[in-house]
């Protein structure tokens, strides 16, 4: 049973989440007013033709402000998930290579995609950027094998770090052999945009979550006896290398599945889990239902900002999380130098 703090927060996020939802469907390069959208939703269960201003919202604006929740969820319980694991508040779900993979994966197809005649429609980008955050993400968990946990985890933690270099170097020669259409491609989708986004999108992404959101509600136990230590943890029966590769897989999915339609956005998992944890502690399952309601929320809000800030020009959504998340992430640094 949750603590009625606990219910209490969750429905003031819901709230607020709801809100902003809301605000994000009115509001972008063209204002879409209340009423329009109810004609839009009558129009369209009655079977009528719509308007364009109609069309707009259901084709555009509504799956963008369905994709900002769902992939705000998604990267903040992926930063739950392996600020736990790690026991770190200063780690990011990209560490263990997801996104750097995922970016390496769509260079390839912009720049090498006709070459190789690899075509899947609109999932080509999708799949390859997939693969190649689950490749790079592989690739870390096999470097990284020892028999000791904290080897193990330490170990994880670095070679992270070097595979993400790996990726990013790829990208970066990727980059240099593009022509300009395939460089401004790479360069704005490395920076993150929610402005392709599809019902398609939508479902693919809304199933990821919802799948990988209820797996690791029945990891938050184990978690939390791994926040004791991992000797206490063993002792309680929690076998953690299977909960290493559960969490991984989870994280991975969500991670891959999100930057696959969106592009790389980046301190969204740093950020949502800390500030919950400031707030209320480090209960686990806490921070996995409080996250995935505030990550909504932090990413509908950066998307807004990126819609109306140049209207009607639109900022990488990555810019903007980059410009709240890189002071943020200083501090966590200077406060936390313990874990170092």
């Known amino acids: 049973m949750l603590s009625r703090n606990y219910s209490a927060s969750y429905f003031y996020l819901a709230i607020i989440l709801v809100v902003v939802f809301f605000l994000s469907l009115i509001f972008g390069a063209i204002v879409i007013r209340a009423d329009e959208i109810m004609s839009a939703f009558s129009d369209f269960f009655s079977g009528r033709e719509m308007p364009l ?15 900002c929740i769902l992939v705000g969820a998604s990267l903040a319980m992926a930063g739950v998930l392996m600020q736990a694991l790690f026991r770190n508040p200063i780690v990011e779900p990209g560490l263990v290579g997801t996104s750097s993979g995922a970016a390496l994966g769509a260079s390839l197809y912009f720049v090498l995609g006709a070459t190789l005649k690899f075509n899947a429609g609109v999932w080509t980008l999708p799949i390859a950027a997939s693969a190649g955050g689950a490749c790079a993400t592989v690739l870390v968990f096999l470097l990284s094998h020892r028999r000791e946990a904290s080897q193990s985890i330490i170990s994880l933690l670095l070679t992270g770090i070097a595979v993400n270099a790996l990726c990013l170097s790829g990208v970066g020669l990727m980059s240099y052999l593009a022509r300009d259409p395939q460089a401004r491609s790479i360069t704005f989708w490395n920076l993150g945009t929610l402005s392709g986004s599809s019902w398609n999108s939508v479902i693919l992404i809304g199933a990821s979550t919802l799948i990988c959101f209820f797996i690791s509600l029945r990891l938050t136990k184990a978690l939390n006896a791994l926040a004791m230590g991992e000797a206490e943890a063993l002792h309680l029966g929690v076998n953690i290398n299977r909960l290493k590769v559960m969490v991984i897989t989870v994280t991975v999915v969500l991670v891959a599945v999100a930057t696959a339609f969106v592009g790389v956005i980046s301190f969204v998992g740093l950020i949502v889990p800390h500030f919950l944890r400031l707030m209320k502690g480090s209960d686990n399952r806490f921070l996995l239902i409080g996250s995935a309601l505030l990550g909504g929320i932090i990413l509908s809000l950066a998307d807004l900002t990126a819609r109306l800030w140049l209207a009607p020009a639109e900022l990488p959504i990555g810019i903007v999380t980059s ?8 501090f966590l640094l200077r406060r936390n130098q313990h874990y170092f």
């Open 53 to 67: 201003q109609e069309r707009i919202f259901f084709d555009i604006r509504l799956p963008r402000a369905i994709n």
């Open 323 to 330: 410009v709240v998340g890189v002071p943020v992430f200083i």
